[in-house]
């Protein structure tokens, strides 16, 4: 389990871009291996001279051939391999949830903390390691056992990406230390109470990425209305009702999802604000809910459109592009002059300029300019190891 090798040979370009630090080496990029590998065997990549450059997971099933774990010198990646790195990626964590107030946070951001394609989130004692290749599964009993000894969750629950699912539908949403939770798991964000089916939920049950752009929302919601397109299970909607809105409006095209935004804006209901604030889901397609607002003259003082990565490939950049500035130009329309509108890209291939030009042109198509006032990214808990590791953007403006 692991301990098998295949040696690999990379392209000079590939062997340029690993040396560089890139965790990635792409099926197209190898020249040769010793033998047909299986995923999870260790991959050592070699330079024309026979010399180490780095030793990552091996995985035939998908175009990222190589996950890298490490470059330079020769490595022994052994119980005591896992252990040290993820020290490492939880003493970076510290501050994080040091005022009591935040107990989930993504203690493992794949590549970016030297595990390629795997990610470990945390929700108070749950902890649920989502697995984008099944070359993880070899060593997740490695994986599991130091996470286990090092943060002492009451449950380890293990989900899989798209394409492990397919290869093995039947470990995901499995206990790999303790049990399956009966219910949603609760956990706390900025203070405010949520839950996560860590089981059946989108990504880990909770899209951990935005904490620090909601509590900027909340801050920019008091006596305002507010739209929260792309809502999800509600992360934006319950920071602006915290914040005191008058009234929240969240958007998804899943039921389940906005049930649980329901469940999560009732869990607060101890807060004035929360108690005061009218809340309503709309379950449909975004664009057309907000083409159907923008046909009844509906307008918002602040609105927020967090959807979902448009871009998964290069080829459908344009086309995300010209999503995304769909998504304004119809966010611009429902929202009051001089109302906030915040976008966001959840897409590594978009860059923020790239964003907030598509953005502007369409606000200007539309008549209604913008004046950016804030651009953000990511929180401490998802660091940027390599240039595709800069995924999230966020663009604040005004409406003019
Ligand atoms: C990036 S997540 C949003 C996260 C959310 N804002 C939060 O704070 O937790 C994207 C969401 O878009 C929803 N979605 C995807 N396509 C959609 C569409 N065409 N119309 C409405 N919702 C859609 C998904 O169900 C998902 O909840």
Redesign the pocket.
């Known amino acids: 389990m692991g301990e098998r090798r295949v040696a690999v040979r990379v392209t000079p370009d590939a062997l340029r871009q690993v040396r560089g630090g890139h965790p990635w080496v792409f099926d197209r990029s190898v020249t040769s291996v010793s033998h047909d590998g299986a995923p999870g065997d260790l991959a050592v990549v070699f330079d024309g001279s026979r010399r180490f450059v780095a030793i990552g997971l091996y995985d035939p099933t998908s175009p990222i051939r190589v996950r890298v774990l490490y470059h330079g010198a020769p490595a022994t990646i052994d119980d005591g391999w896992w252990r040290d790195r993820l020290r490492i990626a939880f003493a970076h964590r510290r501050a994080l949830g040091d005022d009591g107030r935040t107990n989930a946070y993504r203690l493992v951001h794949g590549e970016n903390d030297g595990f390629p394609g795997l990610i470990v989130d945390r929700y108070d004692a749950t902890l649920v390691v989502k697995a984008y290749s099944t070359a993880w599964l070899a060593h997740m009993r490695a994986v599991v056992g130091a996470l286990d000894e090092l943060a002492s969750p009451d449950r380890v629950v293990l989900r899989l990406g798209r394409a492990a699912r397919i290869e093995a539908p039947h470990l995901d949403g499995v206990a790999l230390v303790g049990e399956l939770p009966a219910e949603p798991v609760p956990f706390l964000e900025h203070g405010l109470s949520f839950e996560a089916d860590v089981v059946h939920g989108?990504k880990t049950g909770?899209?951990l990425d935005?904490r620090d752009n909601?509590a900027r929302v909340g801050r920019l919601s008091r006596d305002k209305r507010v739209l929260d397109v792309?809502?999800?299970?509600g992360?934006?909607s319950v920071h602006a009702a915290a914040g005191g809105a008058v009234a929240v409006t969240s958007?998804?095209?899943?039921a389940p999802?906005l049930a649980t935004a329901r469940r999560n804006m009732v869990r607060n209901v101890d807060r004035p604000a929360v108690r005061a604030c009218h809340h309503d889901t709309v379950t449909g397609?975004?664009?057309d809910v907000l083409e159907g607002l923008v046909r009844r003259g509906e307008r918002f003082d602040v609105v927020v459109v967090?959807?979902?990565s448009f871009a998964s490939r290069r080829a459908s950049v344009p086309a995300a592009l010209h999503a995304y500035g769909r998504l304004a130009g119809l966010a611009v329309r429902v929202t009051e002059h001089g109302g906030v509108v915040v976008q966001m890209s959840?897409s590594s291939r978009i860059s923020a300029e790239e964003l907030e030009t598509s953005v502007q042109r369409a606000a200007r198509g539309a008549g209604r300019p913008l004046d950016v006032f804030e651009r953000t990214g990511q929180p401490l808990d998802h660091p940027i190891g390599f240039p595709e590791g800069a995924y999230l953007k966020a663009v604040y403006a005004h409406v003019r």
């Open positions: 989108q909770h899209f935005q909601r792309f809502a999800c299970t992360g934006f958007v998804d095209q899943s999802a397609d975004a664009f967090d959807p979902p959840c």
